[in-house]
T-cell receptor, first 112, second 112 residues
Framework: DAEITQSPRHKITETGRQVTLACHQT?????MFWYRQDLGHGLRLIHY???????NKGEVSDGYSVSRSNTEDLPLTLESAASSQTSVYFC???????????FGSGTRLTVV | QKEVEQNSGPLSVPEGAIASLNCTYS??????FFWYRQYSGKSPELIMF????GDKEDGRFTAQLNKASQYVSLLIRDSQPSDSATYLC????????????FGRGTSLIVHP
């Protein structure tokens, strides 16, 4: 069965370190997205991609980057982790805007 | 700025009752409307989508859309304790990026 997987499930890192969160989907979806979810803010879009070599900034992209070298993967990199980036991160993929998202299981990141 | 508003709740209903969850949106150009269910500690899961005015039924779930009044509702009939979760409303515009704007969610508690 097709799926979307995120790794790691939990991560603790120190302030200033570079961290990469993985997202891999086997739906063959062109559209992939990264969100963070925090109490009081709901889901906020970090970056998204419509296909290989395409990346776009979302509403909270500062301090984050993504790259898309193939259809299956959209890794999210925190260049220099900050305590404000402690959050739950969700990756999602979609066949198109009218079809809704399939979400990964999430990564809980703690920056100490 | 696009806004999607939901009452945070919690909405508490007895088992077997109808739960009514509401969502209002600010952009009249909105075209696609989604409801996601998110259990505590889990990722959001798409349960319904609706594009046209009126009702759309799927099992115990009914989505209702009224574009003139700019609201979309989710009705859950014969509510079960297993329906206890946070319900997220998401709305997309036409002619744009099709990136949905999410509401912050309504917490539903179904008590036996």
């Amino acid at each position: 069965d097709a799926e979307i997987t995120q790794s790691p499930r939990h991560k603790i890192t120190e302030t200033g370190r570079q961290v990469t969160l993985a997202c891999h989907q086997t739906w063959n979806h062109n559209n992939m997205f990264w969100y963070r979810q925090d109490l009081g803010h709901g889901l906020r879009l970090i970056h998204y991609s419509y296909g290989v070599q395409d990346t776009n900034k979302g509403e909270v992209s500062d301090g984050y980057s993504v790259s898309r070298s193939n259809t299956e993967d959209l890794p999210l990199t925190l260049e220099s982790a900050a305590s404000s980036q402690t959050s739950v991160y969700f990756c999602a993929s979609s066949e198109g805007g009218s079809y809704g998202y399939t979400f990964g299981s999430g990564t809980r990141l703690t920056v100490v | 700025q696009k806004e999607v508003e939901q009452n945070s709740g919690p909405l508490s209903v007895p088992e077997g009752a109808i739960a009514s969850l509401n969502c209002t949106y600010s952009d009249r150009g909105s075209q696609s409307f989604f409801w996601y269910r998110q259990y505590s500690g889990k990722s959001p899961e798409l349960i319904m989508f609706i594009y046209s005015n009126g009702d759309k039924e799927d099992g115990r779930f009914t989505a209702q859309l009224n574009k003139a009044s700019q609201y979309v509702s989710l009705l859950i009939r014969d509510s079960q304790p297993s329906d206890s979760a946070t319900y997220l409303c998401a709305v997309t515009l036409s002619g744009g990026s099709y990136i949905p704007t999410f509401g912050r969610g309504t917490s539903l508690i179904v008590h036996p």
